[in-house]
């Protein structure tokens, strides 16, 4: 990248976080497929994206896929962020920009380009805009780490669901209670319960 459009992104940059100044990032859906949770207290966001694109008919699924988690650490309404895929979280990782723009709206800057992300919306010739879609009331948003993993009927309960993630699947968190989070897994069913929090990463620690 030239050194004067780099310059002129960190303006941007500085100049849309003192308009957003006072106010947070908002939990939720934002649009092109942008999950977002802002934590107030600890001041960290977590997040996932994930675009599909194209149709391959033969195997009946979608022939491109950009898939990225987020994590990071936030000054008011800008947050300094890696991404990367959860399967690869050392070699993948690419760190970027996040930051408020106005209410409903913020902005993605990412240093780099992840692979299978070509067909997809780019981050890194200019910010790209994501609007607030619904706003939810999420803690954090984690993948699962581990092969295979049950939903539980309630917090400290035994009673295993049917339902279950596999590795990679993301977990939107409303609530944790002892060594379990409640959240949603977004797909093309919806499930909602209970998983072990040891079977999903800890953010920043991966």
Not at 77 to 88: G, H, L, R
Not at 116 to 138: H, I, V, Y
Not at 181 to 188: D, F, K, L, V, W
Request: charged share 20%; with cysteine.
């Amino acid at each position: 990248m030239h050194p004067k459009t780099k310059y002129a992104y960190t303006f941007i940059f500085f100049l849309s976080s003192l308009l957003g100044y006072g106010q947070n990032i908002r939990s939720g859906m934002y649009d092109y497929g942008l999950y977002l949770s802002y934590d107030a207290v600890s001041k960290k966001i977590t997040g996932c994206y994930e675009d599909y694109s194209g149709w391959n008919e033969v195997v009946k699924a979608p022939q491109f896929s950009c898939v990225f988690y987020i994590e990071g650490n936030c000054i008011e309404n800008s947050c300094q962020v890696s991404t990367y895929f959860p399967a690869d979280f050392q070699d993948d990782r690419i760190n970027g920009k996040i930051w408020l723009k106005d209410k409903d709206t913020i902005a993605m800057y990412l240093d780099g380009e992840h692979g299978g992300c070509g067909n997809s919306l780019t981050m890194t010739d200019a910010p790209q805009k994501f609007t607030l879609q619904r706003e939810m009331e999420w803690q954090q948003i984690r993948f699962v780490k581990s092969g295979k993993s049950y939903f539980y009927k309630d917090a400290f309960g035994s009673d295993i669901a049917r339902a279950y993630l596999v590795k990679n699947d993301f977990l939107c968190i409303d609530k944790i209670a002892g060594n379990r989070a409640h959240g949603t897994y977004y797909g093309r069913v919806n499930t909602s319960g209970w998983i072990a929090i040891e079977d999903l990463n800890n953010p920043y620690q991966p």
